[in-house]
């Protein structure tokens, strides 16, 4: 999904999940862990009402920006099936331009033979050829040979006329196709057209979207509680998914054997690592559950090791998410997908392709967002995943804890 994979939305990403952290996690020195909890629960309850305040006054931006993305979707969609289309109408163009030009040299010919003919016909008539041939009969069984050769001629002659008028019908007929067929090019052209106007003006509308969000930082700090709520849910849904650890155990057997050696979901750079930084945009703390690795071509996203899909569908928040589980409460989740390879309770192999995600289009951005999770609590896929040599990363640098 290439729209939450645009710089703004990477950082929204990021955010969101400092947040969820902060109020999650009690200090390690804490004297009364339950007192503790209590006084963050309060601080949360407080910046909740604040959020729910604000968000009475505006519409929900993410929403927004996820239907916009729906929508240059599904109009690509239809103009790619315009496209077909117009090119299956203009090969039956051809193929019909073909058959009548044949039909009409075919045509001509017939007609040259025709009008000979008539012209004999015409002679035999006038000087009683038909008549001579017959009184000129040597006895009754000749007489009967030139009446069938005769009437084997005007059969010949008969149906040499109606196959010209059959090749006049077949010939006004597909001159007839032909016409729709141009009339149907023609509409799907300007229907092409209109599709891509309405595209670049949904892309437009995107672009406007996105620059009143980099100037507004209220309405960054709502789409960050948006994804914060988004990341909650996520939790709740990895927790649940966790009573199917016994079905996945099979295919999931040996991922912690393979800690430090699984290879990469996609050959590319870590744009935004795991863990604490600084936002470079607002200058403040974040935190990522996961990492995004910048993906530069079409490519397609392969699973780091075996398991069960429990999850394969849209996730706000996420794009077109993807979650496999493997054993003793591991999950890898797969982010940012534009096409998704499987559905809930496929069993996949280590390698398996689980989607893809396309190129990115001039000065747009592509990531596969990845995540490892432990009984529903992310860790870092740096420490799992096999060491490369250099790694890339355009955010600010790890705070210090």
């Known amino acids: 999904m290439k729209g939450i994979s645009d710089t703004v939305l990477i950082f929204i990403g990021i955010l969101f ?62 103009l790619n099936s315009y496209d077909k289309e117009l090119v299956e109408t203009r090969s039956r163009i051809t193929f019909l331009e073909d058959e009548i030009s044949k039909l009409s040299s075919e045509m001509k010919k017939k007609k040259g033979s025709l009008k000979e003919r008539l012209r004999e016909l015409y002679k035999q008539r006038l000087g009683g050829d038909v008549a001579l041939i017959l009184f000129s009969s040597k006895d009754y069984n000749d007489l009967i040979k030139r009446s069938r050769y005769i009437s084997l001629v005007a059969y010949h002659d008969n149906r040499m006329m109606n196959t010209y008028s059959k090749n006049i019908e077949d010939y006004s007929s597909k001159k007839q196709r032909m016409e729709a067929l141009q009339r149907a090019a023609r509409a799907n052209k300007e229907s092409v057209r209109t599709k891509m106007e309405e595209m670049s003006a949904e892309h437009h509308k995107k672009d406007k979207l996105l620059a009143s969000i980099q100037s507004e930082r209220s309405a960054y700090e709502k789409m960050a509680e948006e994804l914060r709520g988004a990341s909650i849910r996520l939790q709740d849904m990895v927790t649940k998914l966790e009573k199917q650890e016994e079905e996945a155990s099979l295919a999931g057997r040996g991922f912690t054997a393979m800690k430090g050696r699984l290879p990469w979901p996609v050959s590319g750079s870590v744009l935004v690592p795991f863990g604490k930084y600084s936002d470079p945009n607002f200058k403040i703390p974040v935190f990522k559950n996961g990492i995004e690795i910048e993906i530069t071509s079409d490519s397609t996203i392969n699973a780091v ?87 890339k990363k355009k955010e600010g640098p790890p705070l210090k804890k």
Not at 31 to 44: F, M, R, S
Not at 47 to 59: F, H, N
Not at 317 to 340: D, F, P, R, S
Request: no cysteine.
């Open 17 to 78: 999940i400092s947040y969820s952290l902060s109020f999650q996690t009690p200090p390690a020195n804490a004297a009364d862990p339950k007192k503790e909890l209590t006084v963050i629960q309060q601080k949360l309850s407080k910046e909740e009402a604040k959020v729910k305040s604000a968000a009475k006054k505006e519409k929900s931006l993410l929403s927004e920006l996820e239907e916009i993305n729906r929508t240059i979707r599904t109009k690509q969609s239809e």
């Open 305 to 391: 090791h075996g398991g069960k899909v429990v999850f394969a569908d849209w996730f706000k928040g996420y794009g077109q998410l993807l979650i496999v589980n493997h054993e003793k409460g591991y999950h890898t989740l797969y982010g940012n997908l534009e096409e998704i390879f499987h559905k809930a309770g496929d069993i996949i192999n280590d390698g398996t392709p689980v989607g893809r995600i396309r190129a990115p289009g001039p000065q747009q951005v592509s990531t596969l967002y990845f995540e490892i999770r432990y009984k529903g609590k992310p860790v870092d896929p740096a420490g799992w995943l096999k060491r490369k040599e250099t790694a």
